[in-house]
């Protein structure tokens, strides 16, 4: 069945959309006919992408309405899903100043991209751009879905969620770490090929695709139930999908065995909360209070790595050019076939199209799925979608202790947000305070000023 739908995608420009997210709606046969409007305030992103989407749509016979456009309110009329994956740029340099500037002021954060001061800083670029799109969402599409990819995750959606009236769902594939883990933890019961190479789940290209091997293979033999915030969420339970067999117990014995050099952050805290965290040491070490000490630089005992900005810049810049490539018919576009929209297309399918879907992981706002969790605030947990929208699966409540982590980080960022939106320098203060990397008063305070200064072109809220 053809669903004449209309899709908006901000962002569209990025590399990661035109291998992702494009290819995948464009290759839906359920969504043939529709109408999709590219927008990006990059002409020579935007003329890529849209070259290639063109290309897509001849070849693969979609049918699509497709447009460009440099402003997102030319494009949001009557739009049913407004897919956003904008960040504002040069991403890769300010997330490395976010993480050097704190340095001067002696605090090294751990990566520092969604929680940290590092995470205050880079929500803070993203209000004013996200907030703009959602305020023209309420006059141009009030009842559209918003499709966020932007992160910090938590703080993006929950600026949507409580300070305009558009509904959002954040997408992360973030849930594939937990499947990784299992499935490289017990390869040998379930008969899964474990690649050689894999030293962790940090953001190395070159372990990636084995690490992709290790998912594919257990998604088919597992089910993990995973709920809590998003990049810090925890495995509830892990289940055989053919047998129904508890496999949580056999996961802890055969992990307690395993390297102990993998992931240690990760191990310390699961033998100290007793449920596995998902998303691996390198964002797991965001929002918590025992990785920078700089005195026992718990940082180099765990061996946090850095994302390594100039390479990931290098790299996005080669993703492009290849899409231009393909885009301008000197290379196939077969590989585009089989791509992951991350959610994306699942949301889009099955809401338009009165669909029956299960999905692994996605951000609403709670409404009792966790039972512990502030209501409103925004929680990662399954969800169901169907024709009536987008339905958390309920899972309880948390146990108390890994309660307590969340509603702190949940606070932190809901605090920050609020300093963003209003512009307000004490609540910056104050989010910054509360954040658990932070020891000392005058510190904060040194790192928001040397913030507020650095990225004042894109924070003007605060000097007014």
């Known amino acids: 069945m053809t669903l004449p739908t209309t899709i908006t995608v901000i962002g569209a420009g990025s590399a990661s959309f035109g291998e992702n997210t494009l290819s995948a709606i464009m290759n839906s046969k359920k969504l043939r006919g529709s109408i999709l409007r590219l927008v990006d ?30 402003h997102h309110k030319e494009a949001l009329a009557g739009a049913q899903f407004v897919v956003s994956a904008i960040e504002v740029g040069p991403r890769e340099e300010l997330w490395k100043q ?4 704190t340095i001067k002021h002696g605090l090294r954060q751990p990566y520092g991209e969604n929680g ?44 949507i969620n409580r300070h305009t009236k558009i509904k959002a769902v ?45 998912v ?16 810090f969420s925890w495995i509830l339970s892990i289940r055989d999908k053919r047998t129904g067999a508890d496999l949580y117990p056999l996961f802890r014995e055969r992990f307690s065995s395993f390297d102990r050099k993998f992931e240690p952050l990760t191990r310390d805290v699961f033998d100290a909360f007793g449920l596995f965290p998902v998303p691996g040491d390198t964002h797991l070490c965001e929002y918590l209070p025992w990785v920078s000490d700089p005195i026992t630089k718990p940082s180099e005992k765990y061996n946090i790595r850095l994302y390594d900005w100039d390479l990931m810049a290098s790299l996005r810049d080669f993703s492009l050019d290849r899409l231009n490539e393909m885009a301008s018919g000197n290379l196939t576009i077969e590989s585009l076939r089989g791509t992951d929209s991350e959610g994306a297309l699942e949301m889009i399918e099955n809401v338009a199209g009165d669909g029956n879907h299960y999905h692994l992981a996605a951000n609403l706002p709670n409404v009792g799925q966790i039972a512990n969790l502030p209501i409103g605030a925004p929680v990662e947990t399954p969800v169901f979608v169907d024709g009536a929208g987008i339905h958390p699966v309920h ?27 209003e512009g307000s320098r004490e609540k910056a203060l104050q989010c910054l305070l509360l954040d658990p990397m932070i020891a000392d008063i005058q510190m904060a305070k040194n790192i928001l000023d040397d913030y507020l200064v650095t990225f004042k072109e894109y924070l003007p809220q605060f000097w007014v």
Request: with cysteine; aromatic share 6%.
């Open 395 to 421: 899972v309880g409540a948390l146990p108390e202790p890994i309660a307590e982590l969340c509603r702190r980080e949940l606070f932190v960022a809901q605090l920050g947000i609020d300093a963003a939106v």
């Open 170 to 214: 954040g997408l992360c594939h973030q849930i594939y770490i937990g499947y990784c883990f299992v499935g490289m933890i017990l390869g040998s019961d379930l008969g899964i090929e474990i690649p050689e190479g894999i030293t962790g789940m940090h953001a190395d290209v070159l372990e990636h695709p084995m690490r992709e091997q290790v």
């Open 216 to 231: 594919h293979q257990t998604l088919p033999l597992v089910d993990i139930r995973a709920a809590g915030t998003n990049h």
């Open 116 to 159: 940290g001061p590092g995470g205050f800083a880079h929500a803070a670029r993203n209000v004013k751009p996200v907030l703009e799109i959602a305020r023209d969402m309420e006059q141009a599409c009030p009842e559209a879905w918003f499709i966020n990819f932007t992160n910090p995750m938590v703080r993006v959606c929950d600026l």
């Open 98 to 101: 976010d993480y050097e500037l």
């Open 41 to 70: 305030r990059n002409a020579q992103s935007l003329d890529i992408v849209q070259r290639l989407a063109t290309r897509l749509n001849v070849e693969w016979e979609a049918g699509f309405t497709i447009s460009a456009h440099r």
